[in-house]
Protein backbone atom coordinates (compact mmCIF):
# COMPACT_ATOMS: atom_id res chain seq x y z
CA UNK A 1 0.00 0.00 0.00
CA UNK A 2 1.45 3.37 -1.38
CA UNK A 3 2.43 6.31 1.63
CA UNK A 4 0.12 9.29 1.61
CA UNK A 5 2.18 12.32 0.22
CA UNK A 6 -0.13 14.96 1.40
CA UNK A 7 -2.47 13.86 4.42
CA UNK A 8 -1.42 12.24 7.74
CA UNK A 9 -4.12 12.31 9.62
CA UNK A 10 -7.91 13.04 8.31
CA UNK A 11 -9.08 13.47 11.09
CA UNK A 12 -7.08 16.56 12.26
CA UNK A 13 -8.58 18.34 9.47
CA UNK A 14 -12.32 17.89 10.28
CA UNK A 15 -14.27 21.24 11.93
CA UNK A 16 -15.47 18.31 14.64
CA UNK A 17 -11.86 17.35 15.39
CA UNK A 18 -10.77 18.50 19.42
CA UNK A 19 -8.02 20.17 19.00
CA UNK A 20 -5.19 19.49 21.55
CA UNK A 21 -4.74 23.35 22.41
CA UNK A 22 -6.79 26.45 21.87
CA UNK A 23 -5.36 29.18 19.77
CA UNK A 24 -6.06 32.53 20.35
CA UNK A 25 -8.90 32.63 22.68
CA UNK A 26 -7.08 33.32 26.31
CA UNK A 27 -9.99 35.77 27.48
CA UNK A 28 -12.72 33.36 26.43
CA UNK A 29 -11.35 30.65 27.87
CA UNK A 30 -10.70 32.12 31.36
CA UNK A 31 -14.50 33.54 31.76
CA UNK A 32 -15.67 29.87 30.90
CA UNK A 33 -12.86 28.03 33.11
CA UNK A 34 -13.90 30.64 35.92
CA UNK A 35 -17.32 29.80 35.82
CA UNK A 36 -17.11 26.01 35.67
CA UNK A 37 -14.21 25.53 38.20
CA UNK A 38 -16.95 27.26 40.93
CA UNK A 39 -17.60 23.15 41.05
CA UNK A 40 -13.49 22.31 42.12
CA UNK A 41 -14.39 24.50 45.10
CA UNK A 42 -17.83 22.46 45.80
CA UNK A 43 -20.12 25.91 45.32
CA UNK A 44 -22.47 25.60 42.12
CA UNK A 45 -20.71 26.79 38.64
CA UNK A 46 -22.50 29.60 36.97
CA UNK A 47 -24.32 29.51 33.65
CA UNK A 48 -22.93 30.58 30.88
CA UNK A 49 -23.77 32.43 27.42
CA UNK A 50 -21.56 32.41 24.41
CA UNK A 51 -22.28 34.33 21.21
CA UNK A 52 -20.89 35.49 18.57
CA UNK A 53 -20.14 35.12 14.25
CA UNK A 54 -20.27 31.13 13.40
CA UNK A 55 -16.74 29.78 12.89
CA UNK A 56 -15.27 31.89 16.17
CA UNK A 57 -14.54 28.97 18.59
CA UNK A 58 -17.69 28.60 20.52
CA UNK A 59 -18.63 25.09 20.32
CA UNK A 60 -14.89 24.22 19.99
CA UNK A 61 -14.32 25.85 23.43
CA UNK A 62 -17.32 25.12 25.36
CA UNK A 63 -16.34 21.18 24.68
CA UNK A 64 -12.73 21.99 25.49
CA UNK A 65 -13.03 23.33 28.71
CA UNK A 66 -16.03 20.89 30.31
CA UNK A 67 -13.56 17.88 28.93
CA UNK A 68 -10.95 19.22 30.69
CA UNK A 69 -12.87 20.16 34.25
CA UNK A 70 -14.17 16.25 34.09
CA UNK A 71 -10.23 14.96 34.11
CA UNK A 72 -10.46 16.77 37.84
CA UNK A 73 -14.28 16.84 38.96
CA UNK A 74 -17.51 14.00 38.52
CA UNK A 75 -19.22 15.66 36.24
CA UNK A 76 -21.67 14.47 33.57
CA UNK A 77 -21.44 16.34 30.73
CA UNK A 78 -23.80 16.40 27.26
CA UNK A 79 -23.67 18.16 23.90
CA UNK A 80 -26.84 18.80 22.21
CA UNK A 81 -27.34 20.70 18.28
CA UNK A 82 -30.74 22.00 18.98
CA UNK A 83 -30.76 22.51 15.33
CA UNK A 84 -30.97 18.80 15.36
CA UNK A 85 -32.85 18.81 18.40
CA UNK A 86 -35.57 21.34 19.12
CA UNK A 87 -38.19 19.92 20.53
CA UNK A 88 -38.70 19.52 24.39
CA UNK A 89 -38.66 15.57 24.14
CA UNK A 90 -35.77 15.29 21.97
CA UNK A 91 -33.96 17.26 23.79
CA UNK A 92 -34.43 15.27 27.44
CA UNK A 93 -33.59 12.37 25.52
CA UNK A 94 -30.57 13.28 24.16
CA UNK A 95 -29.61 14.54 27.70
CA UNK A 96 -30.00 11.52 29.39
CA UNK A 97 -28.90 9.63 26.47
CA UNK A 98 -25.74 11.38 27.06
CA UNK A 99 -25.24 10.41 30.61
CA UNK A 100 -26.21 7.06 30.52
CA UNK A 101 -30.23 7.27 31.90
CA UNK A 102 -32.60 5.86 28.59
CA UNK A 103 -32.55 2.29 29.30
CA UNK A 104 -36.01 2.56 31.16
CA UNK A 105 -36.91 5.52 28.44
CA UNK A 106 -39.28 4.75 25.38
CA UNK A 107 -38.26 7.44 22.67
CA UNK A 108 -42.21 8.12 22.13
CA UNK A 109 -44.03 7.09 24.99
CA UNK A 110 -42.16 8.68 27.99
CA UNK A 111 -43.65 11.83 29.69
CA UNK A 112 -41.51 14.92 29.66
CA UNK A 113 -42.44 15.41 32.63
CA UNK A 114 -40.88 11.85 34.09
CA UNK A 115 -37.79 12.15 32.05
CA UNK A 116 -37.18 16.13 33.91
CA UNK A 117 -37.87 13.90 37.27
CA UNK A 118 -35.16 11.41 36.26
CA UNK A 119 -32.55 14.08 34.98
CA UNK A 120 -33.54 15.97 38.42
CA UNK A 121 -32.26 12.87 40.35
CA UNK A 122 -29.15 12.66 38.41
CA UNK A 123 -27.81 16.19 38.81
CA UNK A 124 -28.57 15.81 42.50
CA UNK A 125 -26.24 12.68 42.41
CA UNK A 126 -23.45 14.25 40.18
CA UNK A 127 -23.09 17.57 38.74
CA UNK A 128 -24.36 17.77 35.14
CA UNK A 129 -23.65 20.62 32.24
CA UNK A 130 -25.72 20.62 28.84
CA UNK A 131 -24.33 22.37 26.34
CA UNK A 132 -26.91 23.63 24.22
CA UNK A 133 -25.72 24.64 20.67
CA UNK A 134 -27.73 26.94 18.38
CA UNK A 135 -30.02 27.62 21.40
CA UNK A 136 -32.07 30.24 19.31
CA UNK A 137 -33.56 27.22 17.39
CA UNK A 138 -34.95 25.93 19.96
CA UNK A 139 -38.81 25.43 19.08
CA UNK A 140 -39.15 26.86 23.03
CA UNK A 141 -36.98 28.63 25.42
CA UNK A 142 -38.88 26.62 28.23
CA UNK A 143 -36.65 23.54 28.43
CA UNK A 144 -33.92 26.21 30.09
CA UNK A 145 -36.29 26.91 32.65
CA UNK A 146 -36.86 23.22 33.21
CA UNK A 147 -33.11 22.78 33.17
CA UNK A 148 -32.08 25.40 35.38
CA UNK A 149 -35.37 24.54 38.31
CA UNK A 150 -33.77 20.91 37.43
CA UNK A 151 -30.13 21.71 39.03
CA UNK A 152 -28.64 21.40 35.29
CA UNK A 153 -25.66 23.94 34.51
CA UNK A 154 -26.12 25.74 31.47
CA UNK A 155 -23.52 26.87 28.48
CA UNK A 156 -26.04 28.52 25.80
CA UNK A 157 -24.18 28.84 22.63
CA UNK A 158 -25.81 30.98 19.53
CA UNK A 159 -24.35 33.19 16.77
CA UNK A 160 -26.90 35.91 18.06
CA UNK A 161 -26.13 38.49 21.15
CA UNK A 162 -30.16 38.72 21.32
CA UNK A 163 -31.26 35.37 21.59
CA UNK A 164 -33.85 35.42 24.72
CA UNK A 165 -34.57 39.07 23.87
CA UNK A 166 -37.89 38.10 23.31
CA UNK A 167 -38.01 35.18 25.89
CA UNK A 168 -41.19 34.71 28.25
CA UNK A 169 -40.53 37.46 31.55
CA UNK A 170 -40.35 34.29 33.71
CA UNK A 171 -37.64 32.67 32.00
CA UNK A 172 -35.91 35.85 30.86
CA UNK A 173 -35.85 36.56 34.33
CA UNK A 174 -34.15 33.29 35.58
CA UNK A 175 -31.58 34.25 32.16
CA UNK A 176 -29.85 37.50 33.79
CA UNK A 177 -27.73 35.79 35.58
CA UNK A 178 -26.17 34.03 32.67
CA UNK A 179 -22.11 35.33 31.99
CA UNK A 180 -22.20 36.52 28.46
CA UNK A 181 -18.93 35.70 26.51
CA UNK A 182 -18.56 37.44 23.43
CA UNK A 183 -16.49 35.58 20.61
CA UNK A 184 -15.63 38.02 17.79
CA UNK A 185 -14.83 37.10 14.37
CA UNK A 186 -11.05 35.29 13.95
CA UNK A 187 -8.78 37.93 12.57
CA UNK A 188 -6.60 36.20 9.49
CA UNK A 189 -3.35 35.59 11.81
CA UNK A 190 -5.71 34.13 14.01
CA UNK A 191 -6.89 32.25 11.83
CA UNK A 192 -3.27 31.28 10.27
CA UNK A 193 -2.29 30.30 13.64
CA UNK A 194 -5.07 28.09 13.50
CA UNK A 195 -4.75 26.67 10.05
CA UNK A 196 -0.93 25.72 11.06
CA UNK A 197 -1.59 23.83 13.97
CA UNK A 198 -4.02 21.92 11.84
CA UNK A 199 -1.23 21.62 9.15
CA UNK A 200 1.45 20.30 11.43
CA UNK A 201 -1.17 17.45 12.62
CA UNK A 202 -2.51 16.28 9.87
CA UNK A 203 -0.64 17.17 6.88
CA UNK A 204 2.98 16.03 5.60
CA UNK A 205 5.66 18.47 5.96
CA UNK A 206 6.26 20.83 3.51
CA UNK A 207 3.06 19.96 1.61
CA UNK A 208 1.92 23.39 2.05
CA UNK A 209 3.09 26.80 2.31
CA UNK A 210 2.46 29.16 5.03
CA UNK A 211 1.96 31.95 2.35
CA UNK A 212 -1.00 29.38 1.30
CA UNK A 213 -2.71 29.25 4.82
CA UNK A 214 -2.65 33.19 5.20
CA UNK A 215 -4.25 33.10 1.62
CA UNK A 216 -7.03 30.69 3.28
CA UNK A 217 -7.52 32.57 6.13
CA UNK A 218 -7.84 35.94 3.75
CA UNK A 219 -10.59 34.12 2.05
CA UNK A 220 -12.36 32.71 5.56
CA UNK A 221 -12.80 36.10 6.36
CA UNK A 222 -12.52 35.42 10.01
CA UNK A 223 -14.27 31.46 10.13
CA UNK A 224 -12.08 29.03 11.36
CA UNK A 225 -14.58 26.71 9.98
CA UNK A 226 -14.53 27.52 6.43
CA UNK A 227 -10.60 27.85 6.64
CA UNK A 228 -10.57 24.15 8.04
CA UNK A 229 -12.64 23.13 5.12
CA UNK A 230 -10.80 25.19 2.41
CA UNK A 231 -7.93 23.26 3.85
CA UNK A 232 -8.90 19.07 4.18
CA UNK A 233 -10.69 20.04 0.38
CA UNK A 234 -7.53 21.47 -1.23
CA UNK A 235 -5.88 18.47 0.60
CA UNK A 236 -7.75 15.50 -0.55
CA UNK A 237 -7.70 17.03 -4.25
CA UNK A 238 -3.76 17.44 -4.23
CA UNK A 239 -3.54 13.53 -2.53
CA UNK A 240 -6.04 12.04 -5.16
CA UNK A 241 -3.70 13.42 -8.05
CA UNK A 242 -0.74 11.88 -6.33
CA UNK A 243 1.10 15.29 -5.68
CA UNK A 244 3.81 16.18 -2.99
CA UNK A 245 2.29 19.69 -2.67
CA UNK A 246 -1.36 21.78 -2.92
CA UNK A 247 -1.11 23.99 -5.81
CA UNK A 248 -2.56 27.55 -5.19
CA UNK A 249 -5.02 26.73 -7.76
CA UNK A 250 -6.90 23.77 -5.44
CA UNK A 251 -7.10 26.34 -2.86
CA UNK A 252 -9.21 28.56 -5.20
CA UNK A 253 -11.00 25.80 -6.42
CA UNK A 254 -12.13 24.58 -2.58
CA UNK A 255 -13.23 27.99 -1.41
CA UNK A 256 -16.85 28.31 -2.74
CA UNK A 257 -17.16 24.73 -2.21
CA UNK A 258 -16.43 25.57 1.47
CA UNK A 259 -18.53 28.41 1.64
CA UNK A 260 -21.76 25.96 0.73
CA UNK A 261 -21.12 23.49 3.45
CA UNK A 262 -22.98 25.44 5.75
CA UNK A 263 -25.93 26.05 3.95
CA UNK A 264 -26.37 22.88 2.72
CA UNK A 265 -26.33 21.74 6.35
CA UNK A 266 -29.39 23.72 6.85
CA UNK A 267 -30.87 22.70 4.56
CA UNK A 268 -30.67 19.31 4.94
CA UNK A 269 -32.03 20.04 8.37
CA UNK A 270 -35.35 21.05 7.13
CA UNK A 271 -38.40 19.08 6.41
CA UNK A 272 -39.97 18.48 2.78
CA UNK A 273 -43.05 20.66 3.71
CA UNK A 274 -40.48 23.18 4.96
CA UNK A 275 -38.35 22.93 1.69
CA UNK A 276 -41.28 23.27 -0.29
CA UNK A 277 -42.71 26.49 1.80
CA UNK A 278 -38.79 27.63 1.31
CA UNK A 279 -39.40 27.19 -2.59
CA UNK A 280 -42.46 28.77 -3.22
CA UNK A 281 -41.35 32.03 -1.53
CA UNK A 282 -37.96 31.92 -3.86
CA UNK A 283 -40.10 31.47 -6.80
CA UNK A 284 -42.33 34.56 -5.91
CA UNK A 285 -39.64 37.08 -4.43
CA UNK A 286 -42.41 38.31 -1.84
CA UNK A 287 -45.71 37.19 -1.30
CA UNK A 288 -47.68 37.69 1.69
CA UNK A 289 -49.37 35.12 4.06
CA UNK A 290 -52.70 34.03 2.72
CA UNK A 291 -51.64 33.30 -0.93
CA UNK A 292 -48.30 32.08 0.32
CA UNK A 293 -50.94 29.18 1.62
CA UNK A 294 -52.47 28.61 -1.20
CA UNK A 295 -49.32 28.41 -3.23
CA UNK A 296 -48.06 26.45 -1.10
CA UNK A 297 -51.06 23.97 -0.93
CA UNK A 298 -50.63 23.83 -4.67
CA UNK A 299 -46.81 22.90 -4.67
CA UNK A 300 -47.76 20.36 -2.23
CA UNK A 301 -50.68 18.49 -4.28
CA UNK A 302 -47.95 18.58 -7.41
CA UNK A 303 -45.23 17.16 -5.53
CA UNK A 304 -47.24 14.24 -4.13
CA UNK A 305 -47.30 15.20 -0.52
CA UNK A 306 -49.66 15.32 2.07
CA UNK A 307 -51.92 18.90 3.22
CA UNK A 308 -51.41 20.41 6.55
CA UNK A 309 -53.61 23.07 8.01
CA UNK A 310 -52.97 26.33 8.63
CA UNK A 311 -50.82 25.84 12.95
CA UNK A 312 -48.76 23.50 11.47
CA UNK A 313 -47.63 25.86 8.45
CA UNK A 314 -47.02 28.56 10.62
CA UNK A 315 -44.73 26.69 12.43
CA UNK A 316 -42.49 25.66 9.60
CA UNK A 317 -42.83 29.50 8.53
CA UNK A 318 -41.56 30.15 12.03
CA UNK A 319 -38.18 27.46 11.44
CA UNK A 320 -37.65 29.07 7.95
CA UNK A 321 -37.25 32.62 10.14
CA UNK A 322 -35.47 31.12 13.24
CA UNK A 323 -33.15 29.91 10.39
CA UNK A 324 -32.64 33.12 8.62
CA UNK A 325 -33.72 31.61 5.14
CA UNK A 326 -36.55 34.32 5.20
CA UNK A 327 -37.51 37.42 6.46
CA UNK A 328 -40.93 39.15 7.15
CA UNK A 329 -42.71 42.24 7.32
CA UNK A 330 -46.47 43.44 8.39
CA UNK A 331 -48.62 41.57 10.92
CA UNK A 332 -51.44 39.09 10.35
CA UNK A 333 -53.24 38.54 7.52
CA UNK A 334 -51.40 41.81 5.93
CA UNK A 335 -47.41 39.99 6.78
CA UNK A 336 -45.14 39.52 3.71
CA UNK A 337 -42.52 37.37 3.60
CA UNK A 338 -39.23 36.88 1.31
CA UNK A 339 -36.22 35.21 0.86
CA UNK A 340 -33.09 36.37 2.75
CA UNK A 341 -29.60 36.51 0.78
CA UNK A 342 -28.53 33.78 2.48
CA UNK A 343 -31.26 31.94 0.71
CA UNK A 344 -29.75 29.17 -2.30
Given at each position: MEENKIIKDLRV?????P????VQRDGQLKALRDNLNFILEKKPP????????????????????????????????AYVNCWEYPSKFKILF??????????????????????LDILKKRAAEKHVIVILDEVDRLESLEILYDFLLAGVFLILISNQETAFHEADPRIRSRLSSLDHISFPPYSIQDVKDILTDRRD?????????????????????????VAINILRMAAEEAENQDLEKIPDS?????????????????????SPHQKVALEVICKKKKIASIPLYHEFGNALRQKGLSPIVDRTFRKHLDRLLRFGLVKSEGEGRWKVYYPTQKTP
Open positions: LSVDFPSRIRNSFLYGPPGTGKTCISQYVVDELRKHAAVNKSVLQSIGETFSIHRKGTPTDELCGLIPGSVKGTQLERIAEKASGDARFIEKAFPRAEKIPMEDLMAKL
